[in-house]
């Protein structure tokens, strides 16, 4: 899951960084409204956690916009502002969900996965494939009921081409679901994980392969 942070305070931002990365999310942080609008043209997130108190205007504002570009993403607020009146507003403006500061981070997990099973054409919560089973909700990946243990990036990369099983992804593609926009990518740190997923999935039996395409990108195929 990628999600898009608007959040003005580093401090918050960095631990919750760190506290959803443990989740296998990768987070994009937005400092204002100026940038959100901007992360918003050049990548795609699968929600959006809002505080209102931005540099630029109230975090509120942003969400028609985000209605406009992309009317199905879950958007949840994060604040300070926490009274009734300030809840029914943001409900009001169009916010999915409104979580006040202090909060816990297992609560807002678990909003983020509400928010996302009824997000509308959201994908099937588990994929099947050989003799893997890729549980999104439950960040897991099974090969014949045992789970496959797996580093982050690796977990992320087999996620992502699960979920364009049969089809080329493009490395970029990849690197944009196992990196945030201001992770340091190494140049072949991509081909490492793949690898390394390779192996493993050959090791276990999983039926699958990762196959790669010169030049473009991977494509995992059932062994045949």
């Not at 970029?172 to 196992?178: C, N, Y």
């Amino acid at each position: 899951m990628r999600l898009l942070l608007v959040e003005d305070e580093p401090e918050m931002a960095a631990a919750l960084g760190v506290a959803l990365g443990r989740y296998d999310m990768i987070l994009d942080h937005a400092p204002s409204l100026d940038h959100a609008i901007a992360a918003m043209a050049n990548q795609v997130h699968d929600a959006i956690i809002l505080d209102r108190q931005l540099p630029d205007g109230d975090g509120l504002t942003l969400i028609p916009r985000v209605r406009a570009l992309k009317s199905g993403i879950p958007v949840i607020v994060l604040t300070a502002r926490g009274s009734v009146d300030e809840r029914i507003k943001g409900l009001d403006m169009g916010a999915d969900d409104y979580l006040a500061k202090p909060f816990a981070v297992e609560e807002l997990l678990a909003r983020l996965r509400a928010l996302m099973r009824r997000a509308p054409d959201i994908a099937p919560m588990t994929a099947r494939i050989g003799n893997l089973v890729f549980d999104f909700d439950g960040r897991e990946a099974r090969i014949d009921g045992r789970v496959l243990e797996l580093p982050r990036r690796e977990l992320l990369v087999l996620e992502a081409l699960v979920r364009r099983h049969g089809r080329t992804v493009q490395r970029s593609t990849l690197e944009e679901s196992v990196y945030g926009y201001d992770d340091e990518i190494q140049s072949n740190s991509l081909d490492a994980h793949v690898s390394r997923l390779r192996r493993k999935l050959l090791e276990s039996g999983s039926g699958v392969e990762i196959h790669g395409i010169r030049g473009v990108g991977y494509l995992l195929r059932t062994l045949s």
